[in-house]
């Protein structure tokens, strides 16, 4: 009967070893390290046609989620890397007016986050690249005394609509979160 309770504590004791080792998979809704960031509204771009001066500029994409291009007109970004927003515009413009052209996208600004709640100085701030929820908190100078430091509340825009999310202070925000901090409980 002890050999049997050993084996089951030894069986227990190497379960909770390799749980200890394995990183803990991400429990909020930011998106991975390898995940490119979608573009939408609010987004400025830089877009570069090669040897095309009247076709290069900086573009915003407005809330329809385009963005509108000399000879091509509209064109839609929203939900789309920069990167698969280059072959769009080189497609519209192989249609009928380049044979061949080189284009880059590059994204000069994105949208902002807005941090609000149980914050020193609640508002809207400049996305960063990387930016975490307890990055996000610092910029908007900290917690206030009676904030919750565990999770926060998210809204982040997938599609053009809103989703409510829970991240915790190490999940990685996206241009254009809305990150409220709640008050803890007394």
């Given at each position: 009967?002890?050999?049997?309770?050993?084996i089951?504590?030894l069986?227990?004791?190497?379960?909770?070893?390799?749980?200890?080792?394995?990183p803990p998979?991400?429990?909020?809704?930011?998106?991975?390290?390898?995940m490119?960031l979608?573009?939408?509204?609010?987004d400025?771009l830089?877009?570069?046609?090669l040897?095309?001066?009247?076709?290069?500029?900086?573009?915003?994409?407005?809330?329809?989620?385009?963005?509108?291009m000399p000879?091509?007109?509209?064109?839609?970004?929203?939900?789309?890397t920069?990167?698969?927003l280059?072959?769009?515009?080189?497609?519209a413009?192989?249609?009928?007016?380049?044979?061949?052209?080189?284009v880059?996208?590059?994204?000069?600004?994105?949208?902002?986050?807005?941090v609000?709640?149980?914050?020193?100085?609640?508002?809207?701030?400049?996305?960063?690249?990387?930016?975490?929820?307890?990055?996000a908190?610092a910029?908007?100078?900290?917690?206030t005394?009676?904030?919750?430091q565990?999770?926060?509340?998210?809204?982040?825009?997938v599609d053009?609509?809103?989703?409510?999310?829970?991240?915790?202070?190490?999940?990685?925000?996206?241009?254009?979160?809305?990150?409220t901090?709640g008050?803890?409980?007394?």
């Amino acid at each position: 009967m002890n050999l049997v309770r050993l084996i089951s504590c030894l069986a227990a004791l190497t379960i909770l070893a390799a749980c200890a080792t394995t990183p803990p998979a991400p429990t909020g809704g930011g998106p991975q390290p390898s995940m490119q960031l979608l573009l939408d509204s609010g987004d400025q771009l830089r877009v570069v046609v090669l040897d095309q001066a009247d076709l290069t500029g900086t573009y915003m994409v407005d809330e329809s989620g385009r963005i509108a291009m000399p000879l091509v007109g509209q064109i839609q970004a929203r939900g789309r890397t920069a990167e698969s927003l280059e072959g769009v515009i080189a497609a519209a413009l192989r249609q009928n007016y380049l044979r061949n052209p080189d284009v880059t996208v590059s994204v000069e600004t994105f949208r902002p986050v807005f941090v609000l709640g149980e914050v020193a100085s609640p508002g809207q701030y400049p996305y960063v690249a990387g930016l975490t929820v307890q990055q996000a908190v610092a910029i908007a100078g900290g917690f206030t005394p009676r904030a919750r430091q565990t999770f926060v509340e998210v809204i982040r825009r997938v599609d053009g609509r809103p989703v409510p999310l829970r991240l915790e202070l190490l999940d990685p925000v996206v241009p254009g979160d809305t990150i409220t901090i709640g008050q803890r409980l007394l």
